[in-house]
């Protein structure tokens, strides 16, 4: 639901309030924040405390390629959710494919390094520390990657069959934000897990 | 909502078969009946775990005693706090929040309802599968039993090595998903207040109960999610094989008490914020005075908000923290209790040149604020490291939070109760049987609760199925266990009271105690959409002002 | 006011507000500064020379006590020297747990300090008088954490001296009791007990060199003597149920022959 603008009858100024969509999002982006931030912490506390097993550095390889796919996808569903606004519907749905596909891949490259992980090196979550703490925050992650391709898939089919305009433009502005939140955690656990924790 | 005006459909009969009525409540999403649905399953709750309460206490009447076996106690005490603290006090306040917070704002229901009929059964059915587990737990003793690991479940007792079977992960899925119906909850207030005031309601005009439930909501969307975080870990570790809390390979039995304090200190900070909403409310009306220093009880709110983040390891005092670190959180500790102490001097400068009526929710009120003050006094004791040396893990601890929880936060809610009964109801809660409720209950909660200081101040630890004679705990025990009867006895008459005026009330009429908010412009019980005309407002009271046309609160705000 | 009926309307007082914050305030930075100075004194007490070193360890339910410098190791009864001001023999303890978390409190003799696995921690009490002080553990550890007593003995000079001389030796061997310690070292019993001088080297259990020595069993919840000796080593669950000990199911004949064995070892 858009802002409600109406005129306050006993003043002359209008009486507008923000976009309860918008604000429901940034609680709940508030609220996996702090998820997210206890799973980092159990990360980077257990950094070099495993008692067994392979390290970061002796396994970890960056994915640089999957990331740019991640974060450009952020920018593939911020132009659909402005053209969306503009009601250019098929630039909307054509860039909400393209993100569901950057996404796609992303996942399916986590999904490769896991297999890699496990079968190549013996890595599992109940290996040593090091598995537990970066499974759990890279699945976490994962998880989260999926709850928004789901949604966005859902947002795709609905879009196809010429469903979505400009009047859902609001709601998708407000998926958009989650999903520019799931590419600002990634960031993070990029950082933590790839680049301080190796 | 884009008209302002809802106009009323004549000849709309009330009798319904019952039936249709019990389906119009289990499916409704109007913030009214999931407040009272809150507040009813929240009643169930403290009947439940009041009964734990009671076995507790027959159990620790004198030493040596054997009505229930370890195993027993140890689960009572377990089911008491757990059920106590997340299916009873969050779900009554947020019940409370749901009902008044549209109300006073003049908005026609809360942001999201069908969130928020989501988030009440995600609650409820916490609570239920919580309680599932006396059925289905099987652990160490048996087919069947619930959680035994204390409410906090330390590490490493709540892994698998030392909780085989099933009864903590009853512990652990309950609070996660009534977890999530929280968090849920939380946003659709946060949502409600910063979108849906009616013009004119800035946001310095909203009335402190609502300002102090946008500050509890903000909170639990920060304190809950670390306790959801740990609950994740714990369940790795006893599903996944994961090592998070298993010192054996090198995990950290102290990283979950971090994690669990970083939630349990703000969460009972969550927990009293919104009784100070209600006496924020209350005592002013009764009082016949506005609040003294409204601006400064936003701010001490919010300063509170953000100093409670930075206090949890107080609760950690004994663990073996280095000085430095202990130092901090004495020093935070300590900090918070000037916001909230000035809180109380800002309700008794409302009462101070009042004219005071001591109706029933006075009298809670009252309490409290007597009450609620002991408590912070022996909390900044406890707050000096040396002392809570002595004291932690004592029955000096056991006696501080349940003077804030039963003596603060209970007492806050038996005002609220008898506040806005009438207007959920229609009827006025009975002022003897009231009388009888608040003298019954005050007795019993101080026979119980200030004798219990001093088992723990004698070397008394808690959690402790017996003890052994000699000690000189026996006496004081027998005294705490008579006040525990006392205050259920008390109990029992406040449910009558609730029960019998239901039927037999003095009707209320719209604003029986002649008050200045907006829920009081509308009818007892109000209208499903609350408001035939949404209101406008132009001050912190908007009755006061069409009470008082003369000399309207705008005037000096 | 308004025609007599409601009081004054006060909406607040800056001056008041300021007081009742500034006041507040000063109040906590002198009682933080009180408490810093005391809790550093009491953390980062540097050891003395004349020190005693005591390594606690905790179990579920029960506490095991090494003196490393003096070789001996015990059980749930703790024995330290009295300190004297002039030349103070404070005891230092390190605190372990080989399961849960447990608590070390006497409150007689200093405030607790938690026993964590894989977290070691450092305590000390510096007993001015002697004495046998009671405390327990105080960190929910699980079934039996009621009945995880403690009993600490401050003992002057003297008597310290003679007790670690009688805890320093070896198991008494006593002729008389060489049944039962057939029968104590045939079942199960060296699997978890540990009697010096002799093949059982258990350390699950307390050690029983000096089982005598000890003025109760069971971490306190009984007191030790025959009855109970052999109530416990029969059916433990009827003095602490839950306690890891294991009913050991013997003969009659069994039974009394290592009860008697047990009351050799003084």
Known sequence: MSATTAPFPNATESWSLPSRGKVAMAGLIIAESAIFTIFVVAYLFYLGKSVTGPTPAEVLETPIFYTICLLSSSLTVHLAAKCLARGITFAFLGLCLLTIALGGLFLYGTAQEWHRLIYEHGLTVSTNLFGTTYYSLVGLHAFHVTAGLVMLVIVAAFGLIGRVGVKQSGDIEVLSMYWHFVDAVWVVVFTVVYVLGR | ?557 | MDGGREPAQVYGSMQIELAWTIIPTLIVVVLFLATARVIHAIQDAPEPAGALDVIAIGHQYWWEFRYPKLGIVTANELHIPVSVSGHPTPTFLQLLSVDTDHSFWVPQLAGKTDLIPNHPNRMWMDPQRTGVFLGQCAQYCGTQHAKMLLRVSVDGPEDFASWVHVQQKLAVEDAGAIAGRRVFERNACMNCHAVGGTPANGRFGPDLTHLMSRATIAAGAAENNHDNLRLWIQKPSAIKPGSLMPAMKLSDADLNAVVSYMETLR
């Open chain 2, 1 to 557: 909502m884009s008209s302002n005006v809802i106009t009323v459909p004549v000849g709309q009969t009330d009798a319904r078969p019952w039936v249709d009525e019990l389906h119009q409540w289990l499916t409704t999403v109007d913030h009214k009946r999931l407040g009272i649905l809150y507040i009813l399953s929240s009643l169930l709750f403290l009947a439940v775990g009041g009964v734990e309460a009671l076995i507790i206490r027959i159990q620790l009447m004198h030493s040596h005693n054997n009505f229930v076996s370890p195993e027993v106690f140890n689960r009572m005490f377990t089911m008491h706090g757990t059920t106590m603290i997340f299916f009873v006090a969050m779900p009554v306040l947020f019940g409370f929040a749901n009902y008044l917070v549209p109300l006073m704002i003049g908005a026609r229901d809360m942001a999201f309802p069908r969130l928020n009929a989501f988030s009440f059964w995600l609650s409820f059915l916490g609570g239920l599968l919580l309680y599932f587990s006396f059925l289905g737990g099987s652990g160490l003793y048996g087919a069947g039993s619930a959680p035994d690991v204390g409410w906090w479940s330390y590490a490493p007792l709540g892994a698998r090595a030392f909780s085989p079977g099933h009864s903590s992960d009853y512990w652990t899925l309950a609070l996660l998903v009534s977890g999530f119906g929280s968090i849920g909850t939380a946003i659709n207030i946060i949502a409600t207040i910063l979108c849906l005031r009616c013009p004119g309601m800035k946001i310095s005009r909203m009335p402190l109960l609502v300002w102090m439930n946008l500050v509890m909501a903000g909170m639990v969307l920060l304190a809950i999610t670390p306790l959801s975080a740990a609950q994740i870990m714990l369940l790795i570790d006893r599903y996944l094989g994961g090592h998070f809390f298993d010192t054996q390979a090198g995990g950290s039995a102290v990283l979950w008490m971090h994690f669990f304090w970083i939630f349990g200190h703000p969460e009972v900070y969550v927990l009293i914020i919104p009784c100070f909403a209600f006496m924020s409310e209350i005592i002013p009306v009764f009082s016949r005075k506005p609040i003294f220093g409204y601006p400064v009880m936003v701010a001490a709110t919010v300063c509170i908000a953000f100093v409670s983040m930075s206090v949890w390891a107080h609760h950690m005092f004994t663990i073996g923290m280095n000085s430095y670190a202990n130092s901090f959180f004495t020093l935070t500790t300590m900090a918070v209790g000037v916001p909230t102490g000035i809180k109380i001097f800002n309700w008794i400068g409302t009462m101070w040149g009042g004219r005071i009526q001591f109706k029933i929710p006075m009298l809670f009120s009252i309490g409290f604020l007597f009450q609620f003050l002991i408590a912070g006094l022996t909390g900044i004791m406890m707050a000096c490291s040396p002392f809570d040396w002595q004291l932690s893990l004592s029955y000096f601890v056991v006696a501080h939070f349940h003077y804030v929880i039963v003596g603060g936060i209970l007492f806050a809610l038996f005002a609220a109760f008898y506040y806005w009964y009438p207007k959920m109801t229609g009827r006025m809660l009975s002022e003897r049987l009231g009388k009888w409720h608040f003298w019954l209950f005050l007795i019993g909660f101080h026979l119980t609760f200030d004798v219990m200081h001093i088992p723990g101040i004698l070397g008394m630890p808690r959690r402790i199925y017996t003890y052994e004679p000699g000690r000189g705990w026996d006496t004081l025990n027998l005294i705490i266990t008579i006040g525990a009867f006392i205050q259920a006895i008390a109990i029992l008459v406040f449910v009558a009271n609730l029960i019998v005026s239901y039927f037999k009330g003095v009707r209320a009429g719209s604003d029986p105690w002649d008050a200045w908010t907006l829920e009081w412009s509308t009818s007892s019980p109000p209208p499903a959409y609350n408001f035939a005309t949404v209101p406008t407002v132009a001050s912190r009271r908007p009755l006061w002002d069409e009470k008082h046309l003369e000399d309207p609160d705008s005037q000096y705000e």
